[in-house]
């Protein structure tokens, strides 16, 4: 589903991304994981089309498509969807809007008719309850005023709309409380299926007690430098990063 | 080629036409507007033209509109077509006690009063004046100095019509009184039109005001009008300018508010090829609230002006300034915000505020804030931004699958959203969005009723 060879990444000159690798195949949970600033948050976004950055070498394929040809708005609708590490508030563009451009664009792409509003308000009734969203977000414009925990929930909720094949899910578990969390691991995992896959950028091994990851990689300084199985996550929670690190001085 | 315009000329040449025109005026007219036109034109001639020297109009060029030929429609226009006909303001559920004005002058087959409280009085100025000499006397002039400003100075000069609304004690208007001002001459066409608004004690209205034009001839357009508000009144006063880009219109508001009024104006100006439009308040009642908005799109090669003066003359008022443009392609834009708190006004807030979007680098804003704090307890503030699209943002809706073109008329109508949510007529509201999305999609934004479908 996803091929990453090589990618090399670097903004206004600093390199950040120094050869990735790595392989999504359909139905697979792929954790990333790492210190602050080792990149994470930086591949997610050049996976979903933000353009400051400059790619410097590699490539990155998507069900057969070279991506990095594609605009984001075109990586969404074709099945891409990141969860924002901080997702932007933006007054005066109503959440209902927003969410109902968003899915009928999506329909648009997939040459199906656009929702009515009474069908979109059931969608949106429907989705809501998934990841117990409070109707009064809704109200308001996207990501205003709204808390640390309710950005993300709000996150999950475009998710559940959108439907994506492949999940970028960039901390999103960070600032949520446990219901919360459980509520979010819910909403993603209701998505699962054999065709869709999901990758979860985090830093605590508790969110992956709820999804379940089949491998488990660790970023430091812009390269993969751990691959495993989740047990590795465990590995991480009990002893930190320092093994790692020293096991990657130059 | 290059033509030297001279403003003294310029000047001259519109002294010569007053000679000329002088008699005709004065004909027509009655008493109360004749006796100022001599001594305003004096001023007139004493200010001259405004050229980037004067300091009001330093930010705005009105000589090249000037420097154009016009006809001068001093007497009221026979019109063989019914104005009502060829444009509806097809507002939908936007019920209005409807008039119209055409060049400037109030059209005779309008005929408002039926719906309207009694007392009330809509329609022409120059009528008024013969019907109710005291009262249009008393305000006539009362609030527009034609020392302070040459445009003003022209205006009373040739003043012949306008609208004249009077609103007497404690009646509330409920449904909104619409003002549709169309220009529309055989040749290119100056216009001069003069407007009163009496709201007595008590008195509350909302006034919308439609400026369009109806066909591709060039206007030079200088409108002149005085608001009175007494105490406990209300008055919302909302302009949307909508005139196509060879036109030039100057619009002068002067508003003096007394205790415990309020007054809310927004000025929406989606077209126009050159807008100067200034707003003066006086708050001279206290505990009064003036509520002052703007918002401006601009493409091509358009100007717009938004000029405003608070005066705080009274204790215990609040003021509140916010103007918004949108600037595309090699437009420009200026504001000029003065907030001047007079020394026995204490316990005064006056806030103001002009955000900027610049969508080309080539596109200009020019804003300018001034204030004159005499009183020493008072809370003022100010700030002016010019900035981009917040890319940011632009990103998110990008990666939820919306077009880019798409992405940035939703946050162009986001940041116009602080300005229209205070339009509290809801079907105006909704209208002007539509008239707004259209606008940013560069479609022409003008009614669909109107007749002259002109590609301007
Ligand atoms: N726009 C930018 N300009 C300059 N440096 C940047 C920019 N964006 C990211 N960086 C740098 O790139 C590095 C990687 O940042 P990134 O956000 O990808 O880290 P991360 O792994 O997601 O960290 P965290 O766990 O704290 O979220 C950091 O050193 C960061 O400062
Ligand atoms: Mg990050």
């Not at chain 2, 704090?373 to 809370?379: G, L, P, Q, W, Y």
């Not at chain 2, 900035?387 to 880019?404: K, T, V």
Request: aromatic letters at 8%.
């Amino acid at each position: 589903m996803l091929s990453i060879k090589n990618l090399c990444v670097s903004i206004e000159g600093k390199e950040i991304l120094n050869g990735i690798n790595l392989e999504i195949n359909p139905g697979e949970v792929h954790a990333i994981m790492g210190p602050n600033g080792s990149g994470k948050s930086t591949l997610a976004n050049v996976l979903a089309g933000k353009e400051e950055y400059e790619i410097t070498d590699g490539e990155i394929y998507y069900l057969g498509e070279n991506l990095l040809e594609l605009s984001p708005e075109d990586r969404a609708r074709k099945g891409i969807f990141l969860s924002f590490q901080y997702p932007v508030e933006i007054p005066g563009v109503p959440m209902i809007n927003f969410l109902k451009t968003a899915v009928n664009e999506h329909r648009k792409f997939k040459g199906e008719k656009p929702l009515t509003a009474g069908e979109f308000l059931k969608l949106m009734r429907e989705k809501k309850q998934l990841v117990e969203m409070d109707t009064e977000l809704t109200n308001r414009s996207v990501n205003e005023g709204f808390s640390g925990g309710e950005k993300k929930k709000n996150e999950i909720f475009q998710m559940a709309l959108l439907q994506p094949r492949l999940a970028i899910l960039d901390e999103t578990d960070s600032g949520l409380d446990i219901d919360a969390l459980k509520t979010v691991a819910h909403g993603v995992n209701a998505l699962r299926s054999p065709e869709n896959s999901t990758i979860v950028v985090t830093h605590y091994q508790r969110l992956l007690d709820y999804i379940v990851p089949d491998h488990v990689h660790v970023l430091y300084k812009g390269r993969i430098v751990k691959s495993a199985g989740k047990e590795l996550a465990f590995e991480l929670e009990e002893k930190g990063y320092d093994w790692i690190k020293k096991e990657n001085e130059d | 080629m290059s033509v030297l315009i001279d403003n003294t000329d310029l000047t001259l040449r519109l002294a010569g036409h007053f000679r000329e025109a002088e008699a005709l005026l004065a004909s027509g007219s009655p008493e109360l507007m004749n006796l100022p036109r001599k001594k305003a034109f004096q001023d007139f001639i004493a200010q001259g033209i405004p050229t980037r020297k004067s300091e009001n109009y330093k930010y705005t060029n009105l000589q090249p509109a000037f420097a154009r030929e016009y006809h001068f429609l001093h007497q009221r226009p026979k019109i063989d077509f019914k104005p009502g006909e060829i444009f509806r303001c097809d507002v939908p559920q936007l019920d209005t006690h409807l008039v119209i004005l055409l060049n400037g002058w109030y059209y005779e087959e309008n005929s408002p009063l039926a719906g309207l409280p009694d007392g009330v009085f809509l329609g022409s100025l120059e009528e008024a004046a013969r019907k109710y000499p005291e009262l249009v006397a008393q305000h006539y002039g009362s609030l527009a100095e034609t020392v302070a400003d040459p445009l003003v100075a022209l205006n009373t000069a040739l003043a012949r019509d306008g609208y004249f609304l009077y609103v007497p004690k404690n009646v509330r208007i409920d449904k909104p009184i619409q003002v549709i001002n169309l220009l529309l001459a055989d040749s290119d066409a100056y216009v001069t039109q003069r407007n009163l608004v009496v709201a007595e004690p008590g008195a509350e209205v909302k006034l919308i005001l439609c400026d369009h034009t109806l066909n591709l001839n060039n206007y030079l357009n200088n409108s002149v009008t005085e608001i009175l508000i007494d105490e406990n009144a209300s008055v919302d006063y909302y302009t949307i300018q909508n005139q196509h880009n060879q036109s030039a219109s100057v619009n002068s508001v002067y508003i003096r508010q007394m205790e415990n009024s309020h007054v809310t104006t927004n000025t929406i100006s989606l077209h126009g090829g050159l807008i100067r439009n200034n707003l003066k308040v006086i708050i001279d009642g206290e505990n009064s609230e003036a509520n002052v908005y703007g918002m401006t799109f601009l493409d091509r090669k358009q100007h717009v002006d938004n000029f405003t003066q608070i005066v705080h003359a009274k204790p215990h008022c609040q003021s509140n300034q916010l103007y918004k443009n949108v600037l595309d392609e090699e437009s420009s834009g200026a504001f000029t915000g003065q907030i001047y708190v007079m020394r026995d006004a204490q316990k005064i807030n006056a806030y103001q505020r002009n955000n900027n979007l610049l969508l080309t680098d080539k596109a200009l804003m020019q804003t300018k804030p001034q204030l004159i704090i005499e009183a020493d307890d008072v809370k003022c503030s100010h700030g002016a931004t010019i900035g981009q699209i917040d890319e940011e943002a632009l990103f998110y809706l990008r990666a939820r699958g919306i077009e880019e073109k798409q992405a940035r008329l939703m946050l162009m109508n986001a940041f116009a959203y602080e300005v229209i949510r205070q339009v509290k007529v809801e079907p105006l509201r909704d209208r002007i969005n539509e008239l707004i999305e259209k606008r940013l999609r560069g479609e022409i934004s003008r009614c669909h009723e109107c007749a002259y479908h002109c590609n301007c």
